[in-house]
């Protein structure tokens, strides 16, 4: 049972800690962070796992039970069965940092997109229906670009397939733009709170199809028909690569630090800084725009960060349940309120702070 404001779970590495977190972020719908499997996430020599889970959102309590293993997965919200996880998508919210997060900067742009795309799923659920439209009609294309580069039969059915890229694409680019003008001015609060205001934070959108002398704001005719130009100017470049080289697949994310490159030249500490600011500016976005506070859960998060960003998350988040694990109980006792527990071998025990360490 966790406070609404901060609760640190310390332990030995491979005591249970992240397997908490996942459990909790199981239950939003999304799958596992970590992108297992259910037969992974199931204890060793057993062959079925269960989660139940109590919350409150803006107007009431609800439970969620999550049933894996056996003939079929069975979930249910308040008692009543859904057809299936993904249906509680928007029910309860959960931002997640881990440390394979740490490629949303040192990473390639992959991880970047992945990280654009699941967030803006979160607030508009019909953008994932457009990435995976975009995906299945890039896949097309591209395999009409290997036939051309064997045969050098279809050239004529491109255009179709660049009609639908321009229109998908367009208005992925408009909602990636959208969202990532009200990210940056939270993360940036964020990183700003980290440093104490010693180190400005930058997150732009590096589009591979518009420039950024053409407004992405409203889709129209003249955006979609850039769109298709551009395909239609790298035509035969693509039949040589046997890949489509331009379009929201190839975008990027520029993040900088004092106006430099994080990736290039930031400490591990400000990667992993960046990489945080962006987690929980997605989660004061997400609460401005549903009213719902998500909750915050931060795996490993404490490590390769000073004394005073380890004092930000402890103490300077403020409106949200956070959920945080650590390996060092001494760094998490510099709470001024908040819950800590204790884990080992999946027994967790909640730790009584000072009352000094513990007033509100």
Known sequence: SFC???????????????????????L?????????????????????????MAF?????????AYDAGGDKRKVSLNRVPLP????????????????????LVKGGPGGRRDFLDAAISQLKPVYGRYIAQYNGVLEQRN???????????????????????????????ILRKDYLGKLSPLAETVYRGFTGERETFQIEYESSVFREDIPLSVYSEELIGHYRQLLEAR???DIRLQFTGAGVHRDDLDIRVNGLSARAYGSQGQQRSC????????????RGVTGENPVILLDDVMSELDPGRQDYLLNRIRGFQVLITCCDEASARRMNGGKLFTVKGGVFSEVPLAPAENAL
Do not use: Y
């Not at 719908?29 to 989660?51: C, D, I, N, V, Y």
């Not at 009409?144 to 992925?172: C, F, N, S, Y």
């Open 84 to 103: 299936s996880a993904s249906e509680l998508a928007g029910v309860f919210t959960a931002v997640v940092f881990h440390p394979e997060d740490l490629s």
């Open 275 to 286: 990489a945080i600011a962006l987690k929980i500016g997605e989660a004061m976005l997400l």
């Open 4 to 26: 609404p404001g901060v609760n640190v779970i310390c332990g030995e590495n491979a005591q249970g800690k992240t397997n908490l977190l996942e459990a909790v972020a199981l």
């Open 28 to 52: 939003t719908g999304r799958g596992s962070f970590r992108g297992a499997r259910e037969s992974q996430m199931t204890r060793f020599g057993e062959k079925a796992f269960h989660l139940k």
């Open 56 to 64: 409150r959102d803006a107007e009431r309590e609800q439970s969620i």
């Open 143 to 173: 395999a009409l670009l290997k036939q051309i580069h064997r045969t050098g039969r279809g050239k004529e059915m491109l255009p179709i397939w660049d009609e639908q890229l321009a229109k998908i694409g367009t208005a992925v680019s």
């Open 235 to 237: 035509v035969e470049d």
